[in-house]
């Protein structure tokens, strides 16, 4: 299958800096996704990124007979969870990253972890619920149109169909275009697109449940932009009150422009340039390929 998203290398290239690098401002649970903020300012990060992966083990009424697939599982965060509070039977993670699989392999030698993209997994045993966070950013590279975009989608939604059982739960997190990053001429959309996240492109909400809709029940919906806005800046105040320690790791420029890069992604999320989406969506019996034109060409 055609991989029209980012490549191993440009995956690399964002997440391999140096997993000490990472926790001196993700925390110690390793998330570097958006996390779910119940309100208070006494809340802390780790709280919030805890009630974010919560979130999905009661969304995919996770329990122990199931086997969870997590697409892009980063270092492992989500299913060490879901192992922890639903003693889930089985666990397997994705990633395109060496660092992530070799930290997950450490810290819990029960989770399946590959070094796969999504594209070419085979598994011997098919899961019974998936989950994927902040992966979905990564499916589409920026210039691809919305043809090429739409057949990604589809493509992944379709594999997820066929390896849910019927009525199995799928649950999905990602950043979305909210119309100002499609202008390929904006500086700011240059700077994630070619120094940031390589070969990256956001979806908008539309291309979102147009590919899923032959495939999946839309069960819930969540937009959470001002969640991602609050996590950003949770991590650039980490980063910086870490900022010795981070550059003795990865050097004075990867810290200044991680700090550049987390303040534009809090300006995007402030004037909803992008915002955070939270799907749960429940399998289909049979595909509808009647509901998107043209998706048994995909």
């Known amino acids: 299958m055609t991989n029209l998203g980012a490549s191993q290398d440009a995956i690399s290239r964002h997440y391999d800096?140096?997993?000490?690098?990472?926790?001196?401002f993700l925390g110690e649970a390793m998330v570097y996704s958006c996390a779910l903020w119940s309100g208070p300012d006494t809340e802390s990060l780790e709280e919030a990124q805890t009630a974010k992966l919560d979130y999905f083990v009661r969304q995919l009424e996770l329990n122990a007979d199931d086997h969870l697939l997590d697409i892009g599982?980063?270092?492992?965060?989500?299913?060490?969870?879901a192992r922890q509070v639903a003693g889930i039977r089985r666990a397997t993670g994705l990633t395109l990253s060496t660092n992530q699989r070799d930290h997950i392999?450490?810290?819990?030698?029960?989770i399946d972890v590959r070094l796969v993209a999504w594209q070419d997994h085979e598994p011997e045993e098919?899961?019974?619920?998936?989950?994927?966070?902040?992966?979905?950013?990564?499916?589409?590279?920026?210039?691809?149109?919305?043809?090429?975009?739409?057949?990604?989608?589809?493509?992944?939604f379709r594999r997820c169909h066929e390896w849910l059982p019927p009525g199995g739960l799928l649950g999905l997190q990602t950043i979305g275009q909210d119309g100002a990053m499609e202008n390929s001429d904006?500086?700011?959309?240059?700077?994630?697109?070619?120094?940031?996240?390589?070969?990256s492109s956001p979806p908008r909400l539309s291309e979102v449940l147009e590919a899923a809709d032959p495939f999946f029940h839309l069960g819930e919906l969540r937009i959470d932009g001002d969640h991602y806005r609050?996590?950003?800046?949770?991590?650039?105040?980490?980063l910086k009150r870490n900022r010795i320690a981070a550059t003795d790791l990865?050097?004075?420029a990867t810290v200044k422009l991680y700090l550049i890069y987390l303040r534009a992604c809090m300006f995007q999320f402030r004037?909803?340039?992008?915002?955070?989406?939270?799907?749960?969506?429940?399998?289909?019996?049979?595909?509808?390929?009647?509901?998107?034109?043209?998706?048994?060409r995909y």
């Open 105 to 110: 392999a450490r810290l819990d030698t029960r």
């Open 126 to 156: 098919p899961p019974s619920k998936i989950v994927s966070i902040g992966a979905f950013e990564h499916f589409v590279s920026p210039g691809n149109s919305r043809e090429q975009r739409l057949a990604a989608y589809v493509a992944f």
């Open 271 to 296: 004037m909803l340039y992008s915002n955070l989406y939270r799907f749960t969506f429940e399998r289909r019996k049979e595909p509808l390929t009647t509901v998107l034109a043209g998706a048994g």
């Open 73 to 81: 599982c980063g270092w492992g965060a989500m299913l060490s969870r």
């Open 186 to 199: 904006s500086r700011m959309s240059s700077f994630f697109e070619e120094t940031v996240f390589p070969e």
């Open 230 to 238: 609050r996590t950003c800046d949770a991590w650039r105040e980490n």
């Open 17 to 24: 800096v140096s997993d000490e690098y990472y926790r001196l």
């Open 250 to 252: 990865a050097g004075e």
